[in-house]
């Protein structure tokens, strides 16, 4: 079963966590792909680059519409002047889940960032039907943002399989306290994974591997598939 990789927030650790999935699916010999269905900030921010490079294979992720403003996608396409179709962006995305045996598909921000002028990227979510991680911080601040968004998607009757705590270090109280406090609200399994060191530029090929034994090896098997 494919996934939607969601998150609380932007740079919370959604790419690192799609990269590891499609990495680890990969090595097990499952045709898997990363899908970004829009990315803004480009040439800068590549997300579908950045899981290429991780897996070392360009056929290990695609992506929709690159836009250069670091904005949400709706207003990135309005200061460039680009008309953006939410249609041909959900129509990319589901080409890509058809066409392998299992796609992870990466949010852009948080659920309600605009996607469109008429659609947000809850609305693709709810539309793809797919099963969602959500990814968050792990320190103080996250138990709102978390429980939010977890409301938010079963409020569209979209399944969250589990939450990444992103950058877990266990070095503060409320680090150490959020993974149990958040599967108690939102009735979730909560893992964690640690900070990962991946490197930019050529160091990054090398050390994909670290990346994806550390998602492996942090996540539950039943976070992929279930």
Not at 212 to 226: G, N, W
């Amino acid at each position: 079963m494919s996934l939607f990789v969601v998150g609380t927030d932007t740079a919370v650790g959604k790419t690192v966590v799609t990269a590891g999935l499609v990495g680890w699916l990969r090595r097990d010999g499952i045709d898997a792909v990363g899908i970004k269905p829009c990315q803004t900030g480009a040439p800068e921010d590549d997300d579908a680059r950045f899981v290429e490079r991780v897996c070392g294979e360009t056929a290990a992720a695609t992506c929709g519409r690159r836009l250069g403003p670091a904005l949400a996608p709706a207003v990135a396409a309005r200061e460039t002047g680009t008309e953006l179709s939410y249609d041909a962006i959900r129509d990319h995305c589901r080409a890509a889940i058809d066409t392998h045996e299992r796609a992870v598909v990466e949010g852009i921000g948080g659920l309600r960032v605009p996607l469109t002028e008429e659609t947000e990227v809850v609305d693709l979510v709810a539309d793809l039907d797919l099963p969602t991680l959500v990814v968050a911080r792990s320190g103080l601040g996250t138990l709102n943002h978390t429980a939010l968004t977890v409301e938010a998607l079963r409020e569209r009757g979209v399944s969250v399989r589990g939450i990444v705590l992103n950058r877990y270090e266990g070095a503060s109280v409320a680090e150490r306290t959020n993974p149990d406090v958040i599967e108690s609200m939102t009735d979730t399994p909560v893992a964690t994974l640690p900070p990962v060191t991946v490197g930019d530029g050529h160091g990054l090929a090398a050390r994909g591997a670290e990346l994806i034994d550390a998602v492996a090896s942090s996540l539950p098997v039943t976070f992929r598939e279930k």
